[in-house]
């Protein structure tokens, strides 16, 4: 991918914890332990200096005892609008945000992801059941620095429309839907398709063997330490995309049939270290 040495220059001697990105991450729930594991790991092997993440309590304590390397800030119970202010106050410490993998899909929670988002100052990746939480609430995206990252039945929730397999048809829907809604959208699928709504570019990495639940979240994480680096969202969103598939290529090589997300999360220090 052209450009992409220039997100990671070569770092300064005297570089110190702070200078490439602190990333909070909203994600998980009692069922879904895996997401806000694979979206703060990935941020971390993607540079980022801190992740901190915030979820329901058993999702906090499997991640904490994950890695080490992962700030875990627990729930009393799944997330809700009672939350909110607390996530606020957190944010602002913070150079990018991860909202929406694993959370519980009901109103209750996507009431206080939609009050994140209105209130959070922060670029963020608005991924899984968040995109679901704003799809009848367009205008709460208004001003944001955002990318969203849906799968086609989510762009469908979010959207109203339908998108083919035919890249041409996905093309032009990701163009047209970014521009109404003023923010960048990166389509997952066999060939990932981001927009801003004035570009659109194609994504070719990854493999088919990149099927299984995790891959999206890793994804996050990796937007989510490049807008903590100051990237703007279309960059940010075309170079995560490009990098999250070729760590899928290497981890599908050695792994076949039985690849994981958490296998790809050492090849992307890999993909960066090799450009």
């Keep these: 991918m052209r450009n992409l040495e220039k997100i990671y220059p070569k770092r300064n001697s005297w570089a110190h914890k702070g200078d490439f990105g602190y990333v909070l991450i909203v994600s998980g729930s009692e069922v879904y332990s895996g997401p806000p594991v694979f979206n703060a790991v990935a941020a971390l092997r993607a540079g980022a200096d801190l992740v901190n993440v915030v979820g329901h309590r058993r999702a906090m304590d499997i991640a904490a005892t994950f890695a080490p390397d992962i700030i875990a800030y627990p729930l009393d119970s799944e997330l809700s609008l009672k939350h909110v202010k607390k ?60 990318v969203l990252t849906p799968h086609s039945e989510e762009f469908r929730i979010l959207t109203g429309e339908k998108v083919k397999s035919e890249i041409n048809d996905r ?102 270290k090799n450009l």
């Design 87 to 146: 996530i606020i106050e957190l944010s602002k410490n913070f150079d990018s945000l991860i909202i929406g993998g694993g959370l519980k899909r009901d109103g209750k929670t996507y009431a206080a992801i939609r009050e994140i988002i209105r209130q959070a100052k922060l670029p963020m990746v608005i991924d899984a059941e968040a995109v679901r939480a704003i799809a009848k609430n367009h205008n709460i995206l208004k001003g944001k620095n955002a």
């Design 171 to 272: 093309k032009i829907k990701i163009k047209k839907w970014a521009k109404i809604l003023g923010t960048t959208i990166l389509l997952k699928g066999h060939i990932d398709i981001i927009s801003d709504g004035q570009k659109a570019v194609l994504n070719k990495t990854g493999s088919p063997y990149m099927t299984k639940g995790g891959f999206g979240d890793t994804l996050s994480g990796i937007c989510g330490a490049l807008l903590a680096r100051r990237l703007r969202p279309f960059a940010a969103a075309t170079a995560a995309a490009y990098i999250n598939g070729c760590a899928g290529e290497l981890a599908a090589k050695e792994y076949g049939e039985g690849v994981l997300a958490s296998d790809i999360l050492c090849y992307i220090t890999k993909v960066i």
